[in-house]
C-alpha cells in the first residue's frame, strides 16, 4: 500500500513563489510516476505537472508552463512542485498522485494515478 502526503500550501500574493512537496511511502516509490494535479470550486481536478520514474520526462499544462517546475528526490521519497511568478487562477486545492510502476513518459491521465493525497490549498490573492 503506498501513501503519498502533500504540505506547504498557504496564502500567497500574486507574483509569489510557493514549492508543494510531496512526501511517499510504502510501496517503491522509484518506480512510480508522479503527478500533480489541482482542483478548483466546480472545476475538475487536472493535471498540472508529472514527472516520469527517473526525473528524466516532465510533463506541465499548458497554463504552468515556464512558472512551475516539478522535479523529485527518489533518495527521500519526495517530488516538489516550485511554482514561480504565482495567479489567482492558480487558487486550488492541490493533489499529489503516484501511478505506481508507470514505465516511459509520465501520463497525464487522471485515472493512470493509483495513490492519492489529501491535498493541500494554495490562494494566490491579487
Known amino acids: 500500500q503506498a501513501q503519498v502526503k502533500e504540505s506547504g500550501g498557504g496564502l500567497v500574493q500574486a507574483g509569489d513563489s510557493l514549492r508543494l512537496s510531496c512526501a511517499a511511502s510504502g510501496r517503491t516509490f522509484s518506480n512510480s510516476a508522479m503527478g500533480w494535479f489541482r482542483q478548483a470550486p466546480g472545476k475538475e481536478r487536472d493535471i498540472v505537472a508529472a514527472?516520469?520514474?527517473?526525473?528524466?520526462?516532465?510533463y506541465y499544462a499548458d497554463s504552468v508552463k515556464g512558472r512551475f517546475t516539478i522535479s523529485r528526490d527518489n533518495a527521500k521519497n519526495t517530488v516538489y512542485l516550485q511554482m514561480n511568478s504565482l495567479k489567482p487562477e492558480d487558487t486550488a486545492v492541490y493533489y499529489c498522485?503516484?501511478?505506481?510502476?508507470?514505465?516511459?513518459?509520465?501520463?497525464?491521465?487522471?485515472?493512470?494515478?493509483?495513490?492519492w493525497g489529501q491535498g493541500t490549498q494554495v490562494t494566490v490573492s491579487s
Open positions: 514527472i516520469s520514474w527517473s526525473g528524466r520526462t516532465t
Open positions: 498522485a503516484a501511478a505506481i510502476g508507470h514505465v516511459g513518459a509520465p501520463p497525464s491521465g487522471r485515472s493512470e494515478y493509483n495513490y
